[in-house]
């Protein structure tokens, strides 16, 4: 990267919200989803509790920065009484507003005996919430759905994992007529090979975008090298009418672990975002910091863009192979 390296600005603050900042006692908060409700910023940030499961537990915040106000109490745990997949734990959730029911969907990862599998939830307050149950089976997990229909068919973007190790882990886009009957799975956007930063796994990071060029999505690549796994983001762009056509692909990664708070934790070398939030031209990137905290970045959608112009057609074959 040379003229674009600045595509995203870290906030001062961070990381924005620690552990220490919680009403009660737990090991980490990271890898939040994120809205605007209400003319406020609301945070479901995970919370992993000094067991080692997650819950979510929403904060709210004025200014999207600081001043956090944040549930007293877990806000949404896992139900394994009546939904045993969830027995140890909920994560990463990533919120979609959805235009026509007009409430919020949200896709997270329940962390079941079998391994992690996609569940779906919806919400118009964040504090009374509606369960669909599980819609993919395990191992799948980095899902959300897109905010409308595809002539009369909703759209959810997924990464299972195959059976069969060395053919990679794969974003995944399918269909359903309701939420809750899935289906017609088709991969979309591969994980590159060899000595790419995204080979063999990638996954989607915050919810697809709608931008005036197209679905943005950010999504996570893991490098594995000698000293562990590192996480890193790039970014895609897809047909606003048919999700299912990649515009263009980034080539390089446009962020990754680079500060103390993303280099060490719980899990190091990990930028994990599940959420963002759009406005006056501007993404804010709300993301995990090494599996630990929750930090901040903005972009401004046009440089964004601009970069992905940049980089259209320049997809190398083994991306689509
Ligand atoms: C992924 C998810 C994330 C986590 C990341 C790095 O597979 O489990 O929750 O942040 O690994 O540990």
Redesign the pocket.
Known sequence: MTEFAELFNRHPHNPILTARDLPYPANTV??AGATIIDGETLLLM?VEDRRGHSHLTAARSSDGVGDWRIDAQPTFTGDPDRYPEEIWGV??PRITWLEEPKHYAIAY?AFSVGG?LVSLATTTDFRKFQRLGPVMPPDD??AALFPVQFNGRWAMLHRPVPAASGTGAHIWLSWSPDLKHWGDHHILLRARRGGWWDANKI?LSPPPLRTEEGWLILY?G?RVNASG?I?RLGLALLDLDMPTKIISRSDEWVFEPERDYELFG??DK?V?PCGWTQLDGEVRIYY?AA?SRIALASAKVADLLEYMKATAGRMRRDDIA
Do not use: I, S
């Open positions: 990271f890898n995970r994560e990463d990862t992690p997990k980095d996954g996570h893991v796994a996480y719980d899990v990990v994990f995990g599996d």
